[in-house]
Structure formats: C-alpha cells, structure tokens
T-cell receptor
C-alpha cells in the first residue's frame, strides 16, 4: 500500500515551453502533497506544500509563477514548470501524506530543458 | 532552528563489513526521525522511522537505527553490508508546526567494495 506514482518519469522539452508533471497517490487519499527538487548528488530541496483544494505554500526562494502547483483532488497534484529554461533541468520528486509525519515518495521525474 | 547533519558525505566499506551512518539533529521536542535510501535515478524508499517508544528501531533490508536523545543522534547501522546497499542515504526530521514537512540531511553516499 501507500504507492505514489509520477508521470512522466523523464521529459525533455525545449527552452521556453512549459511542462507538466503529475503526482498521484494510487491507493490512498493524500491530504497533503509535497514537491521537491534535487540537483545531482545533492539533497532534496522542498519547493512547496499543497493541500487539496487550497493554494500551495511555497518555500522561500521558489518562484510561484514559474512552478505552478495544483492539487485538484485527494489523489492528484501537478507541477507545471512554465517557460522552462536549462537551469530548470533537475530531478523533481513528489511525496504524499495522509496528514501525518510519514511521507510516501514518488519515483521522481527527470526534466531536461534543451 | 531545526536542522539535520550527516557528517559523512561519502563512506566506503567492504562487502560483509558493518556499517554505521551518522545523523545528528537539532530539535526542541521529541522529533520524528526517518532514514531513506535512494538508488541512482530513483525516488526515496523508507528504511525505518522513529516516532516514540523503543529507541532501537528495526527497518527493512536488515537496517536498524538507535535514537539517542542525549546525543541528538539517530545513527543507522547494518551488521553486514551487501553490494546492493550502495546508494545515497538520507536522514530526515519532521519539522514542527504541524506542516508535516521534512528537513533532510545532506545525504551520505555509500560505496561498497567487492
């Protein structure tokens, strides 16, 4: 149980375009979802926290207009990278929580912007 | 401020040798503590967690960790390392204020020699 999926697992897009990453909790309802960014050989950096039906709470330094987060249902959250640039290339990981301190992580999405 | 320190960036051990990965945290109350493992290009897998109770916690894949309040530590141990244990290991503490956010350590990369 407690499986989180992400789609796509890998995406390449051209500079200036937007890309959407989906995060789904497959067998439970996630009251809270988290989005992380991970640079090569580095730790996870929390980007934002989202609760179903509410606006996401972004961490300091994260551009809200560039990284749009929508938590439309208790099983789906999306991260849209708008007007992507090469510096947005990274590994993006989502996680989901049922309102406790235990998070269930997705497998991650590798974004490459050319 | 809450923080998590993993003093060892890289650790190399021989297969069959014992392993200890260090984790120190800074937190005012009893923390929620986690150890995750990340294989290359993958998401995070929970090894074990500590919320309360017995300070020696057993996890998956033969790992255990001991919570020592006096030392503000939550070190991960394994008596005999397998080549498949080579990965990145992250310690995390649940942040305060009911946000259910994690604060991650910087990670320890484990290399296993055959």
């Amino acid at each position: 149980g407690a499986v989180v999926s992400q789609h796509p697992s890998w995406v390449i897009c051209k500079s200036g375009t937007s890309v959407k990453i989906e995060c789904r909790s497959l067998d439970f309802q996630a009251t809270t979802m988290f989005w992380y960014r991970q640079f090569p050989k580095q730790s996870l950096m929390l980007m934002a926290t989202s609760n179903e039906g509410s606006k996401a709470t972004y961490e300091q330094g994260v551009e809200k207009d560039k990284f749009l987060i929508n938590h439309a249902s208790l099983t789906l959250s999306t991260l849209t990278v708008t007007s992507a640039h090469p510096e947005d290339s990274s590994f993006y990981i989502c996680s989901a929580s049922v309102g406790t301190y235990e998070q269930y992580f997705g497998p991650g999405t590798r974004l490459t912007v050319t | 401020a809450q923080s998590v320190t993993q003093p060892d960036i890289h650790i190399t051990v021989s297969e069959g040798a014992s392993l200890e990965l260090r984790c120190n945290y800074s937190y005012g109350a009893t923390p929620y503590l986690f150890w995750y493992v990340q294989s290359p290009g993958q998401g995070l897998q929970l090894l074990l967690k500590y919320f309360s109770g017995d300070t020696l916690v057993q996890g998956i894949k033969g790992f255990e960790a001991e919570f020592k309040r006096s030392q503000s530590s939550f070190n991960l141990r394994k008596p005999s390392v397998h080549w498949s244990d080579a990965a990145e290991y992250f310690c995390a503490v649940g942040a305060a204020s009911g946000t259910y956010k994690y604060i991650f350590g910087t990670g320890t990369r484990l290399k296993v020699l055959a």
